[in-house]
């Protein structure tokens, strides 16, 4: 048998890819990274922040060199209906010091970043390249890729599918069976840009600090979120819907988009702001019970490919489990090549790694949130509940006295449909989730 051309190729330059090539290449492998846009982000959409802790691991004081836009000092939660807005606002200025928790960046400069460590590493990127097969041992065992260029198979011992939501790489190679089929949300998004000091002055930041706004109660009660990020002279606001439920309904995404901007609570945040770009990805949302098969033979699937996102409500978070899942993939490869047993055997750490870590003990504890946050009751219903019992507590009704907390609920309770004992149920899904 002839010698594979490298010991790993890495399909797809985004978080995941750049990862698990850049601890495969620092683990003394030969790593080829594949990918298909003319540089690693220029393909990629999402919205905007990146939680660092991850990256501690990875790359040691990576503040020091990541591309970031604003450091995240406030995080706010806005509950709307298409009168109302509440929102609850944290700020902290220890975010806003080394080690840091978030960061705003844009993908174009965070991807190239990344990968450009993989790069520094002794991986090989290989650019406007797509990857459009799998190579594979008369057994079965995936022994490199095919691509688009012409005598373009490259061979490897382990082949890593980090090539985004619904991979058809990792459907390929079978890990998908047994699972139903991947299900997505999807995301559009608009970059808005204002000028650097009416950024500041709007969202009372100074100097790097940023805020991230995740709001409920805005998708017309089609089951999603929206979300609203600082970048130093520009905000990125975009709306996160089932795509089913949006068909059915017969809406368009950009109609909720437009929605989202003409609310009097995002209109004077975003006025005389200039779109200068429009995208529009999806995301995977099947969470911990919808994953696949994450090693077989000869291959690793990572971050989106392997549905590793969170994208339920409060929670937009991919990047982070893209890149744990990358690095402990990459780890994971270089192990078995070490061992000299790439089945799914000699793989198999991988999952035990990953069980270990944050990245599937956040999708098991939070793998009911989804269906919590994007129930008809968490969407439409209780943002309303929310927002007329506090208008309730608000409003001054002289010469009638104040109504008490009790009877505020419920009333509400009452005119929205809601019973106890859907509260209560809620309420301790919502616990056993969070708590
Ligand atoms: C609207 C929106 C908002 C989001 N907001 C956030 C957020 O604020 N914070 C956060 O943490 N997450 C966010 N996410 C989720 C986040 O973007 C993803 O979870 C994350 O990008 C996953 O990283 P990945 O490396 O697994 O996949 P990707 O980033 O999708 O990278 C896959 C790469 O593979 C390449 N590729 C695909 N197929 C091939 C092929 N056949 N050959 C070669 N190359 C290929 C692609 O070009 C791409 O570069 C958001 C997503 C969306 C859509």
Redesign the pocket.
Known sequence: MTEPKFDVVV????????AAALEAARAGCSVAL????PF????????????GRVLDELVPAWWEEMPVQRWVTRRSTMIMTETQALTVDFRSQDWGRPPYNGATAH?AEL?AWLAGLAVTAGAVLIPS????GLLRAPDGTVTGVR?DRPDGDLTASVVIA????N???AKEAGLWSGVPAPLV?????ETIALPRSTVEERFGLSGRDGL?IEILGCTRGIPGGG?L?TNLDSV?L?V?VDPHRLAAAGVRPEALLADLKAHPAVRPLVRGGEVVEY??????EAGYDGMPELAGDGILV?????G??L?AGLW???????LG??MYAGRAAAAALAAGDTSATGLASYRRTLKDSFVLADHRKLRKAPGLVLSDRTQRQYPSLICEVVEGMFQVDNPRPKPGLGALVRRGLRRHGIRKRHLVADALTGWRSFG
């Not at 594949?34 to 846009?37: H, Y």
């Not at 390249?129 to 459009?132: A, G, P, Y």
Request: net charge negative; charged share 15%; with cysteine.
């Open positions: 399909v797809g330059a985004g978080p995941a890819g750049a594949v990918e298909r846009g690693p982000g220029s393909k990629n959409v999402y919205g905007g922040v990146v939680y993908r991807d390249t797509v990857v459009t691509t980090c090539d985004g939501v991979s058809f790489l949300t999807l995301g559009v998004k991230d979300f990020y990125s975009g996160v995208g529009a990805h999806t995301i995977p990572a971050g989106d490919a392997a590793m996102c994208a937009l978070e991919g990047v982070n489990f893209a899942a990358g």
